[in-house]
């Protein structure tokens, strides 16, 4: 039976644990400080089992020992950024979080695979891989499946086709620098350039770019985790079931596309050994520039986080 270990149970937590077990991927161990919240939505979560129609095992806990022998750890610990708090504060408290939840899994689980999701995520991505020691293909930030389908789903609904028909590509950091890629979008099979203006694809790309602050602006006191929640559960359905599907995810550049030492958004195949291989597409010299500005700045926040540890 595959194990899945979900740090944190908060509300992106609780979700990719309500997808896992729900879709029947796997079973589930929730971990979070706060006592009894992963164990009362760990118990609530369990009690729905009947109603979905598996026989899917999840709980919650403060015990690093039952995570043992996971085969895949989703990290969602961490906090929002508050009012009054700079960009800096949020850096070093979720960067000494998430090194303590990767330690402690990694001691339980030395063979998981790694699944980021806290945010500033290339850089936590980055963090869990350096405080791991992992193989590279070992260690995927969740970001780009999540920006896709958000993509998707502002073309579904301006074009009145099914999303399930719309495939998109959006490249670079899990922030305002995402490179969406509309040459490599499309309809089932159908360019989306073909069915679309210009002018309404830079649109829906700029609104694909704002995507999370648009729900923190409509839900005030936190940030999006339903499409997060899928997102990540996609990526452990992909890993787990070998599925090899060709997805955007944050992973370790070592020179592809010109980029190196950073985790940044790139199409990967995910299968059972994590990243299977890089794909390169071949980039236009102004979706190449936008990567590289994507980049340059992933690489001076991780610079930034450096620092933050090193006098923490
Ligand atoms: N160990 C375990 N859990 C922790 C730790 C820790 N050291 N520190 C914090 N947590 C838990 C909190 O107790 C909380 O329950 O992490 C949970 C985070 O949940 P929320 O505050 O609800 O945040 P959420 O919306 O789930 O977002 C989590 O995912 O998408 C990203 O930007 C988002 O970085 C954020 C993360």
Redesign the pocket.
Known sequence: MAKVTV?????????VAQYVCGQDIADVVV????EG?PQGKGLDLFEASPLLGNDRKIFGTQDYADTKNSQIVVI?????RKPGMSRDDLLKT?A??VQ??AKETHKHSPDAIFVV???P?DV?AYLAKQTTGLPANKVVGMAGVLDSARFQSFIAEELKMSAEDIKCMVMGGHGDLMVPLPRYSSVNGVPLTELMSTDKIEALSQRTRDG?AEIVALLKT????YA?GASAALMVESILRDKRRLLPCSVLAEGQYGIKDIYIGLPVILGKNGVEKIVELKLTAEESAQLKKSAASIKENVEAMNKLLVTA
């Open positions: 740090v944190g149970a908060g509300f992106v937590g609780a979700t971990v979070d400080v706060v919240l969602t610990a961490g906090i929002a979720n000494n979080i303590s939840v999701v806290t945010n995520l936590m999370g936190g940030s999006a985790f997060p």
